[in-house]
């Protein structure tokens, strides 16, 4: 593959603002390229995009195209950074008035250079809110896709979607169903902003040319355009990929917009190494209705706050996964310490539940075409819930490990819904570590307080999650909680009961259709 960065665009906005600042701040700026301006991180904009890209194992060749009015500050950059000048491109251009346009200037490089591989192309003068995401992922997700690939992230608060180019993507295929450049108000609801960050595959660069005899104009040639062409008339096969992480292209931007992003960006790097980040996730009692959640049945459940589990993340060096003192012991005051521990307690502790809330985690993100930084972490954590009681203490140590993972890799709620993220804490169970389980814990526990939930075959069939709603708490009586002390496992009790289920037998088909209409009962009492 072959990488691509493009700096030839004229900031004549921003380094006339630089020129004529009165304060003095910005004069050793003054008739610096764009790209050379500082980023985040003190490190000037390119420096941080060819430290990413500067790798053999991914890209073959790095090009840098760059105007003829600043290429010999970019040519002095090369030799300084160890980049190779010869692949410094001068697209002749010295003003705004004869600049070719960014997609002329990308068909300048591959024509010139001949280049026929995969591209991936970068705006060189774009600033970057985290500088540690993983581009080995990007490249992944795209080798894994029959198309292009265009990279997104969703627009901050403040931001306008009339000022950048908006993607509307299928949340099952990931493919670009619609590019809409700068669109007006109410065009759309999407809030996914596109930047100049994309990967051509090599039998689609003709299409650049084919765009270009279209568009005569420079002011036309721009990528934003070319998107919408490619994606919304030509129907091409493209695929997006999100970044939780902001970009800013400097552009045609002035003096304060650009000071603005990088006191924004800067003071968010500033603030990486926070506090430790700390969740909870609660206990839940079954009220009506349980088991048949398993058996597309209908539950009422709630969470307790008297028991919880709690996940502590702390940002570090490597990845690291510390054992519980109680819960996962190394060491044993004997043999036959070991021996009474083992006989009472089990093998399993909540390690393992950890470690395969990561896996699981970086499976959906990469499956998703969200590209998570490169950043490690410490995960510990404790819980108080009895354990084998059915208040789904394995449950609340996945749910809370998982709200942890999305606060540190900026995750949202767009990106993992609510009932998909009670799929999600069940496929680690079940899948990983093929644990007997159903989904009403995880859809309370994810909900939090007093839910109703309905897991009828239609709707599990047609969206994979059922029909989740909360309920007011202040309509119960008190309870009380009665549990054992030693309990057995309770995971044995229902482990022929699903078989049973597929089976079809009278008794266990028609004691979950009894138990869902309890529920609906129950409801409609309250």
């Not at 068909?107 to 970057?128: F, H, N, P, W, Y």
């Not at 699981?360 to 075409?369: E, I, L, N, P, R």
Request: hydrophobic residues 40%; negative net charge; charged residues 20%.
């Amino acid at each position: 593959m072959i990488c691509i960065l493009l700096v030839a665009g004229h900031g004549t906005v921003l380094e006339t603002q630089i020129k004529n600042d009165d304060t003095g701040l910005y004069g050793h700026l003054t008739g610096v390229p764009k790209a050379l301006l500082p980023g985040t991180g003190g490190k000037k904009i390119l420096d941080f995009w060819w430290e990413t890209v500067n790798t053999r194992q991914l890209f073959t060749e790095v090009y840098l195209v760059t105007n003829a009015d600043k290429y010999k500050h970019y040519e002095r950059w090369a030799t300084a950074n160890d980049f190779p000048v010869e692949n410094v491109v001068n697209d002749g251009s010295t003003t705004l008035e004869d600049r070719l346009g960014a997609v002329a200037d990308l068909e300048l490089a591959i024509r010139s250079r001949k280049l026929q591989d995969d591209i991936m192309v970068i705006a060189g003068d774009m600033l970057c809110a985290d500088q540690n995401f993983d581009i080995a992922q990007v490249i992944r997700f795209f080798r894994s896709k029959p198309g292009e690939l265009v990279i997104y992230y969703e627009l901050e608060e403040g931001e306008k979607s009339s000022s950048r180019g908006i993607v509307e993507v299928c949340s099952d295929t990931h493919r670009i169903t619609r590019f809409l450049e700068k669109p007006q108000e109410g065009l759309t609801k999407s809030r996914l902003a596109s930047v100049v960050f994309y990967c051509l595959r090599g039998n689609t660069l003709p299409y650049l040319s084919e765009f270009l005899s279209l568009q005569p104009q420079a002011e036309d040639r721009a990528f934003g355009q070319f998107w919408e062409w490619l994606i919304n008339e030509k129907q091409l096969h493209v695929f997006g990929m999100k970044l939780p992480t902001g970009f800013q292209l400097i552009g045609q931007v002035g003096l304060s917009d650009y000071t603005k992003w990088l006191t924004h960006y800067s003071a968010k790097q500033q603030d990486k190494p926070a506090q430790p980040i700390t969740c909870r996730s609660y206990a839940r009692v079954g009220l009506m209705g349980n088991p048949s959640d398993g058996f597309n049945g209908k539950t009422i459940a709630m969470t307790i706050s008297n028991f919880w589990a709690e996940v502590t993340l702390v940002e570090s060096q490597t990845l690291v996964l510390l054992p519980h003192p109680l819960n996962d012991p190394t060491e044993f005051g004997s043999l036959q310490d070991l021996f009474c521990i083992s006989r009472k307690e089990g093998y399993l502790g909540g390690l393992r539940l950890l470690q395969a809330t990561c896996k699981k985690f970086y499976q959906f993100c990469s499956k998703q075409g969200i590209a998570l930084t490169k950043q490690n972490f410490t995960l510990k954590y404790d819980t108080n819930i009895p354990r084998q009681v059915g208040l789904a203490g394995s449950s609340a140590i996945v749910s809370a490990t998982l709200k942890c993972l999305m606060r540190f890799y900026n995750i949202t709620d767009s990106d993992l819904p609510r009932p998909i993220r009670a799929n999600f804490i069940l496929n680690v169970e079940t899948d990983e570590l093929f644990i007997t389980a159903g989904l009403q814990d995880r859809v309370v526990q994810v909900y939090e307080g007093l839910v109703y939930m309905d897991f009828s075959k239609h709707l599990m069939e047609e969206r994979g999650y059922g029909e989740y709603i909360s309920m007011d708490m202040s309509i119960l009586p008190p309870f009380w909680l009665a549990y054992l002390s030693d309990p057995s496992d309770s995971g044995r009790i229902h482990s022929n009961v699903r078989q049973r289920w597929l089976n079809e037998e009278p008794l266990v088909v028609e004691a979950m259709t009894r138990f869902a209409e309890l529920t609906d009962q129950a409801r409609g009492e309250t």
